[in-house]
């Protein structure tokens, strides 16, 4: 059974730093698009960044301010976020496909359970 587990969420200050992993098993995820999404209270859920291969697509309001990058010897995707703003507080999840997939996340079969993220003023 392929299972996507985030951790690193928390609490930070606007302008701090966090870093969230997505440990990923029961699948040869390496060739699978991984991506991040989050979703706001009251808001839908929204993409923030993915990783195809060696190639990076962001959101354009996280672009410059998180890095997605993935191990994949330890079969995990992170994303580093920095310059946290109060509007990057959300949960965020991993998703994980097999296909060559883009920023709809009914696209993407696999999800993890998400982490809280946020970020006070």
């Known amino acids: 059974q392929a299972q996507l587990v985030e951790s690193g969420g928390g609490l930070v200050q606007a302008g701090g730093s966090l870093r969230l992993s997505c440990a990923a098993s029961?699948?040869?995820?390496?060739?699978?698009?991984m991506a991040w999404f989050r979703q706001a209270p009251g808001k839908e859920r929204e993409f923030v960044a993915r990783?195809?291969?060696?190639?990076?697509y962001y959101a354009d309001s996280v672009k410059g301010r998180f890095t997605i990058s993935r191990d994949n010897a330890k079969n995990t995707v992170y994303l580093q976020m920095n310059s946290l703003k109060p509007e990057d507080t959300a949960v965020y999840y991993c998703?994980?496909?097999?296909?060559?997939?883009?920023?709809?996340?009914?696209?993407?079969?696999?999800w993890g359970q998400g982490t809280q993220v946020t970020v006070s003023s």
């Open positions: 029961g699948r040869a995820f390496s060739t699978y698009t």
């Open positions: 998703a994980a496909d097999p296909r060559l997939v883009g920023r709809d996340a009914n696209d993407y079969r696999y």
């Open positions: 990783r195809s291969g060696s190639i990076t």
